[in-house]
């Protein structure tokens, strides 16, 4: 499906520019299918095969995107090693993957699997130089046969729980996402920038929606909120996207309105429930629509809201399934929960993981009997139809007998009008077993909210039981390699004494 579409869009965009990587030089849509042709070739020499694995160690980068096209043009299944998780973490998803051949940058990796050949790109100045180790110049693969089933891409959860596990998607998803996304259309893109990991669900699984849309993509080998900002300015864009952490160190930019930003009318937030202080001010500052994206890594597409609904659905909820995706809201025996109450959150449509690879056990345990994924999520659909998410399931803690979801005391807490972002984590109590510690970012540092005042504010919209009883005012809020929230830090700092 990948190898079809690229071959499509070189013979539609031909020597329009694709990509415009880092350093500044274009890729056309012609030169992505021809130096892929060359890559793809070059892996073949090397021994990999259809079904055998590519694993990608590499920062967002044009070398990432030529060798997950070229191992599509093969069969080959890319997997996309973060390059920000840790040292021990890069060496063990790698292990996971089991690779025939690992493409990695200078310093990423410290071990590969036995048998596994190994290639360290160097940093190359021109497209001449690209994968120079790997190329077989002026070659070609023939082409491969039409497969629903051929597996594509191991796309690696977050692993803010654990170790992360390997969703393994095909064409057959891979087909579905994209005519979700972009229907039977070609051409009609703009010009946007590409600022988090390309191993993540998003580039994997959308990179053929982008390429029939024939636009414009500026890479950036890592995402800073000031280049962001100079990129949609100077580039004139119309849309920002991104996940909330994103949105909103952007929008903490001291210089952020000294921007020529008039050009921007929409903004697309995913990866994450977007608070409603955030949401606000995201409108108020960047004078544009907002739009919510919800899915999972397991899950592949979800649910979202469009920028003619109503204000308050992007805020409140994350909007409705999008077609052919079934919402199921299950209590702990799978079983649908009354309207209105809290479950885990499922989701079930073509565009869902074949399973984790090599991993039946937790592949059995991600579904459940009628086939929908659990995405980990907690939430509820309120009288509209929208799901409305309370948290994850192991960010839940137990206050006194009571349960407390983080995501609903920070959606209070973040409309302060002294800060800028919060997160809410548990710290043991020796009297009610766990109490809330809200870790907030101020607005203004020489005068930060206190826990008073977050508790009066909050007070008419919160239980008793769900207000903060601690409070840690923190330069930042940690992130993961994902760019989420990195809760794990935060619990382990909440119960650091203060010193």
Known sequence: MLPATTREAARRFADATAYVTASGWPVTYRDLDRVSDEVAVGMALRG???????????????????????????????????????????????????????????DLLRSAPGGADVVVTATAASLGELLDSVRARDDSPPELTSDPERAVAIIFTSGTTGLPKGALYGNRQLEFITRTDVGDAWGGGGRGFMGTSFAHLGFMTKLPGNLRRGGVNFMM???????????????????????????????????????????????????GPITPGLAQEARARFHAKLATRYSCTEAGIGLGTAFDDPEEDAVVSVGRPHPSVDLAVLDPDDRPVPAGEVGQVCLRSPAVMTGYWHDEAQTEAAFTPSGHVRTGDLGWIDDRGRLRLVGRSKEMYVRGGYNVYPVEVEAVLSTHPRVAAVAVVPRPDPVMGEIGVACVVARDSTEPVTLAELREFATDRLAAYKLPEGLRIVDSLPLTAGEKVDRRSLAALVEAPVV
């Open 48 to 106: 990999v095969r259809e079904g055998d694995v590519v694993a990608l160690v590499l920062p967002p980068g044009p070398e990432y995107l030529f060798s997950y096209v070229a191992a599509a043009k093969i069969g080959a299944i890319t997997a996309g090693v973060n390059d920000r998780l840790a040292p021990a973490e890069r060496d063990a998803v790698v292990a996971l993957a089991r690779p025939r051949l690992v493409i990695t940058g200078p």
């Open 221 to 271: 080998t890592r995402w800073r909120a000031d280049a962001a900002l100079r990129l949609l300015a100077e580039q004139h864009m119309t849309t920002v996207s991104g996940v909330p952490t994103q949105l909103a160190l952007m929008l903490r930019q001291p210089d952020f309105d000294a921007y020529d930003l008039d050009s921007v009318h929409f903004i697309v937030v995913g990866g």
